[in-house]
Nanobody, 123 residues
Framework: VQLQASGGGLVQAGGSLRLSCTAS????????MGWFRQAPGKEREFVATISRIGSTYYADSVKGRFTTSRDNARNTVYLQMNSLKPEDTAAYYC??????????????????WGQGTLVTVSS
């Protein structure tokens, strides 16, 4: 499985961005998908996850501002980011977990990773 993330860019604080992550292959609908981010000098941290049936879970730092969704027909998962803050600045990564169930919050639970897409929020 190959994952291709896109949609990053420069935005002012309070603005919005939508990230996309498209997967190759025909088993996308069976995967749980996750979003992580890594700021310079910091460890990679969990942002959001969506199960194969669409159940979602978010980190407290983004709850109420970010929304993840999936379109299985397009093999794509999205991360809608609203009310962005400078502390949201990071490289954002999408990841896929093969079992599709549960609530994978840790990076090592995921089997496939995309390349990062950079989000910069200016104050």
């Amino acid at each position: 499985v190959q994952l291709q993330a896109s949609g990053g860019g420069l935005v002012q604080a309070g603005g919005s961005l939508r990230l996309s992550c498209t997967a190759s292959g025909r088993t996308f609908s069976s995967y749980a998908m996750g979003w992580f981010r890594q700021a310079p000098g910091k460890e990679r941290e969990f942002v959001a996850t969506i199960s194969r049936i669409g159940s979602t879970y978010y980190a407290d730092s983004v709850k109420g501002r970010f929304t993840t969704s999936r379109d299985n027909a397009r093999n794509t998962v999205y991360l809608q980011m609203n009310s962005l803050k400078p502390e949201d600045t990071a490289a954002y990564y999408c990841a896929a977990e093969r079992t599709g169930w549960g609530r994978p919050l840790l990076a090592h639970e995921y089997d496939y990773w995309g390349q990062g897409t950079l989000v910069t929020v200016s104050s």
